[in-house]
């Protein structure tokens, strides 16, 4: 059998299957924002909150999604249901818009529709990728550039998507919202149709086995043979739910005891935020674990959480940076004027094209001996993201609200992120792949998602204090009173975790090297 021309056919199925997914969230995330604020009413920082959960939750239900198809269902059954559950949900956000006149209702179905994405996405997000390796032999060379097409198949879909739904539904009237909507369930709809159309044809491993099936349960044997397992295990899930209980309610109290004890709790907030430090304490406390494996999950801890800051900066795309580009942005090219969600479709465009740049330079740097190590590169990553809000923050300093100001400095923001983007993103993946140990490696990279679901939920609270009717607000002490301000807060809290992170590369690179 011959296995060294071209790519399997499973691999373009998969590519094809993760592009419409990604068509359907960066579609409706391009319009959500608006939609809440434009459409249904809401303030900016009620918006922004709703937001933050929203992304929030989408990075943490893979945590259950994943051991549900681990345990239960396999891959292929975890796609189908995530991706039609999703498509149902981007379907009641349409039936929401089509009724925004009716808030009451429509911010009822919008609920209804973003839990079930949530849903959704944590049955289909942690299983699509994980079955990209199995197409291919554990040497087969071909297995990297197989991984690069289909992150490809994920920036294809983020490319067109604000394209296509900001085209049909940001048009500046809010009855057009329900397209954007409708246009994301049709796209979720077709990945669907066409992964379960041809899954069992092309889904298979190089010696034709089906991949991605359901596990096979284990005989009355085996599971006599692993029940001195059980007990350990139970015990650690036990201690694992109490403990994010117990935290979630920590988080939730209102310490000032003004209006209730309770009065004003995000419990979502507190339950990713709990989650966040549970599971890992439980996972790294774990009796097997030698001196050297924990030394490399410390590694990973470490790089996740400054990666929480990067992220928490980063997706303000979708939530601050969206208003600025709606707001105080001249979007008019000759007497066309861009609708506010095209920004969005900026920086997977620039990854296409500047990725194999940033590549070939990092490959320039090897070849002399001198390419940055992994933590130097993510802290490059952070100072550049630092960077691209100094470059923003300069173009609307002293700017009156409400005077929109050209478009350069958004575009500028975004194409300094993005390779901001490329020096981090990449390396953290291939970090918590190579550091995990292998009974591990699922629930570390659960554990990397819980540090994105946290920072998605931290930029929606940041983004709450986007400035709105002159109004000052207080962040930590920070004062903001204008965009200057705003922008300065992700400055300084970009830009001192970039340079602690570099001062801590050499150790952490010690650490790693000390693991090997």
């Known amino acids: 059998m011959n296995h060294t021309k071209g790519h399997p056919k499973g691999l373009y199925l998969l590519f094809v299957t993760e592009m419409w997914e990604r068509f359907s969230y960066y579609g409706m995330r391009a319009l959500f924002m608006l939609y809440m604020v434009q459409a249904l009413l809401f303030d900016k920082e009620l918006a922004s909150q709703v937001y933050g959960s929203y992304t929030g939750l989408v990075y943490l239900t893979p945590l259950i999604g994943g051991y549900i198809a681990d345990r239960y269902w396999g891959n292929r059954r975890s796609i189908v249901v995530g991706a039609l559950t999703m498509a149902l949900g981007q379907f009641l956000l349409f039936i929401s818009a089509c009724y925004y006149q009716d808030a009451a209702l429509a911010k009822w179905l919008m609920f209804c529709g973003l839990g079930l994405l949530i849903l959704g996405n944590g049955f289909f997000k942690p299983n699509i990728s994980t079955m990209v390796g199995r197409l291919y032999t554990a040497d087969d060379k071909r297995k990297d550039s197989a991984f690069t097409i289909f992150y490809m198949g994920v920036n294809a879909g983020s490319m067109i998507a604000p394209l296509v739904c900001g085209l049909v539904g940001n048009t500046g009237h809010p009855e057009d919202f329900k397209w954007g909507f409708l246009a994301a369930c049709i796209g979720m709809i077709l990945g669907a149709g066409v992964f379960s159309i041809f899954k069992n044809k092309y889904i298979h491993d190089p010696y034709g086995n089906p991949v991605g099936i359901a596990p096979k349960k284990e005989t009355k044997e085996e599971t006599a043979k692993d029940g001195k397992k059980e007990p350990e295990g139970n015990k650690r899930t036990i201690m694992m739910v109490v403990g994010t209980v117990i935290l979630t309610v920590l988080f939730s109290i209102n310490w000032k005891g003004d209006g209730g004890i309770f009065a004003g709790a995000d419990w979502i907030g507190s339950i990713i935020y709990a989650t966040t430090i549970v599971i890992p304490i439980i996972i790294i406390t774990d009796r097997s674990l030698t001196t050297v494996e924990k030394m490399r999950i410390g590694v990973i801890y470490i790089i996740a959480f400054f990666v929480i800051f990067f992220w928490a900066a980063y997706e303000q795309a979708g939530a601050s940076l969206t208003f600025f580009a709606d707001e105080q942005t001249n979007r008019m090219i000759g007497k066309w004027e861009m609708p506010a969600s095209y920004f969005q479709s900026f920086n997977p465009i620039m990854i296409v094209v500047l990725a194999p740049i ?159």
């Open 358 to 516: 940033l590549a070939s330079f990092w490959s320039f740097l090897g070849r002399k001996g001198i390419e940055p190590s992994s933590p130097r590169k993510q802290a490059i990553g952070l100072f550049l993201l630092s960077m691209g809000y100094l470059f923003i923050a300069y173009g609307v300093k002293d700017v009156e609200p409400g005077v929109k100001v050209s478009m350069m400095w958004l575009t500028g923001l975004y194409l300094i992120h993005t390779i901001g983007e490329l020096c981090l993103a990449p390396i953290g993946l291939s970090l918590v792949y190579k550091l995990s140990p292998l009974r591990f490696s699922s629930l570390l990279m659960g554990v990397w998602y819980l540090s994105t679901a946290t920072a998605n939920k931290f930029a929606g609270v940041l983004s709450g204090y986007y400035p709105e009717d002159g109004a000052a607000r207080s962040f930590m002490g920070y004062q903001i009173t204008s965009l200057y301000d705003f922008f300065m807060l992700f400055v300084f809290m970009s830009g001192t975790a970039a340079v602690i992170l570099f001062l801590f590369s050499g150790k952490l690179q010690k650490m790693m090297q000390g693991a090997e």
